[in-house]
Antibody, heavy 121, light 106 residues
Framework: QVQLVESGGGEVQPGRSLRLSCAAS????????MHWVRQAPGKGLEWVAV????????YYADSVKGRFTISRDNSKNTLYLQMNSLRTEDTAVYYC??????????????WGQGTMVTVSS | DIQMTQSPSSLSASVGDRVTITCRAS??????LNWYQQTPGKAPKLLVY???SLQSGVPSRFSGSGSGTDFTLTISSLQPEDFATYYC?????????FGQGTKLEI
């Protein structure tokens, strides 16, 4: 069935790095734009980044621009989020989400289960 | 950035009730408005996209309407599984932004 499975979360100190992965299955991964969305504990949803179906276009929230990098490997059906210079305010559950279209429409129709990132000294 | 404001922030209702949640954008977003449902500990689920299009598999008791700056999500007859938090989200421009959420409680 259509599925997204995130991994790579954990606890890390401020200023350190972490890379999240999202493995896709059950659909043609290379045909869809993909997003990362996060949710701080007890808070609402915050869109983080998007990448087009072929990786040619990437956009970021201002809160992560210059620190996070979204990428994808269509041969491995996997989405990534490289997070550098982590801050305590980056603590959240990180979800990968499929866009409804190849070029981002901004509607997220399939979500992973999320992976928790805790930034703490 | 486009700011999305939902009302109410929380709502008490009973099984069988008709419920309406409102979402307002800080500028016109045409019909680029999506609604999600989230239950505790779970990922959000897309209910409605493009303001009024029901996502495949979503029960017909859910409906969305509106355009420009004002939008509504209506649940025609609440079921026990509908008690959750609902978020609106604009997809008119990046950065995509969400409302603060509406918690629907018994």
């Amino acid at each position: 069935q259509v599925q997204l499975v995130e991994s790579g979360g954990g606890e890390v100190q401020p200023g350190r790095s972490l890379r999240l992965s999202c493995a896709a299955s059950g659909f043609i991964f290379s045909s869809y734009a993909m997003h990362w969305v996060r949710q701080a504990p007890g808070k609402g949803l915050e869109w983080v980044a998007v990448i087009s179906y072929d990786g040619s276009n990437k956009y970021y929230a201002d809160s992560v621009k210059g620190r996070f990098t979204i990428s994808r490997d269509n041969s491995k059906n996997t989405l990534y989020l490289q997070m550098n210079s982590l801050r305590t305010e980056d603590t959240a559950v990180y979800y990968c989400a499929r866009d409804r279209r190849a070029v981002a429409s901004g509607a997220f129709d399939i979500w992973g289960q999320g992976t928790m990132v805790t930034v703490s000294s | 950035d486009i700011q999305m404001t939902q009302s109410p922030s929380s709502l008490s209702a009973s099984v069988g009730d008709r419920v309406t949640i409102t979402c307002r954008a800080s500028q016109s977003i045409n019909n680029y408005l999506n609604w999600y449902q989230q239950t505790p500990g779970k990922a959000p689920k897309l209910l409605v996209y493009a303001a009024s299009s029901l996502q495949s598999g979503v029960p017909s008791r859910f409906s969305g309407s509106g355009s420009g700056t004002d939008f509504t999500l209506t649940i025609s007859s609440l079921q026990p599984e509908d008690f959750a938090t609902y978020y609106c989200q604009q997809s008119y421009s990046i950065p995509y932004t969400f409302g603060q959420g509406t918690k629907l409680e018994i």
